[in-house]
């Protein structure tokens, strides 16, 4: 038993000298492999290696630079909570006020990416009202808007963009879509008043008439049923058809709306992830 005690003492110690003595020797090289395994896509593995620097980087001379990289390839894999951890753990150990904001923006972008806008509109609240930060306002205000285009809040980024330049590319594109996107509440109040007319304004041209053709012919049955005093007949029309048309139409309405502004927003989506050429979070 003892000299199992021995072993294991022996094998601690061992492990100790280690951990002094490869950061002397070796550090600098694991830190190039990892890099390169970033450099070549091979995510896992730049992460596997960093978090080995990591354990043997006893001075901590690397901490926030392999927590950035591990931020950086756990982002790179779409695995957006681990990302997030460790650029934390990149912004605990900044050791400037420069590498402070780079991980308090990365941060950020990861926030807009994985949609918790609240979240990210928060921290820019933050770093916008932070005066080591004042000559920042426009990147600031950059990511402010990405992070309403996540929400689909078109009209918030165009005015988020428009605070850096007025004919900012982002803030065009922006207002475009917010043009172009139909207005849920009018679709819906129009099919109140005229059954059908939601679903001709957001182009369901045959839905609309449809709709408005169903709702005629069975308020006409409906009323004439009680002009004729046949109430049962009456009632049955009223609440078991014209009603059910009536308040389909105005779903229908809703729906419609939705799913088009659903496709504009994409297309735009769509735009910024293959042909625009600015950062993207």
Do not use: C
Request: proline share 1%; aromatic share 18%; glycine share 4%.
């Amino acid at each position: 038993m003892k000299v199992w005690i021995k072993y294991y003492l022996f094998f601690i110690l061992f492990l100790l000298e280690s951990v002094k003595i490869f950061p002397q020797t070796n550090l600098i090289e694991q830190f190039e492999l990892a890099k390169q395994f970033f450099e070549e896509e091979k995510y896992f593995d730049a992460v596997t290696e960093f978090k080995r620097l990591l354990f043997f980087d006893s001075d901590r001379q690397f901490t926030f630079t392999a927590n950035e990289y591990i931020g950086q390839s756990y982002k790179m894999g779409g695995k957006f909570s681990e990302s997030a951890i460790h650029f934390t753990l990149a912004e605990i150990n900044a050791k400037n006020v420069e590498q402070l904001y780079h991980a308090k923006i990365e941060i950020i972008r990861v926030n807009i990416l994985r949609r918790t806008t609240s979240r990210a509109i928060m921290l820019l609240d933050l770093l916008e009202a932070d005066k080591r930060f004042i000559e920042k306002k426009n990147e600031i205000y950059y990511w402010r808007g990405w992070a309403y285009i996540f929400a689909d809040q078109w009209d918030m980024a165009s005015d988020a963009f428009s605070k850096i330049n007025p004919e900012h590319e982002l803030k065009k594109l922006a207002d475009k879509v917010e043009q172009e996107k139909f207005s849920v509440t009018f679709a819906q109040i129009s099919s109140y008043i005229i059954p059908g007319a939601g679903q001709i304004y957001t182009g369901h041209y045959l839905s609309g008439l449809l709709s408005l053709g169903w709702n005629i012919l069975l308020g006409y049955i409906s009323i004439n049923s009680f002009v004729e005093e046949r109430i049962f007949d009456g009632l049955m029309v009223t609440n078991f058809l014209w009603l059910r048309f009536y308040r389909g139409n105005i779903q229908n309405a809703v729906k419609f709306a939705e799913e088009e502004n659903r496709i504009i927003s994409n297309s735009a989506l769509r735009y910024l992830q293959f042909e625009y050429k600015g950062i993207k979070p």
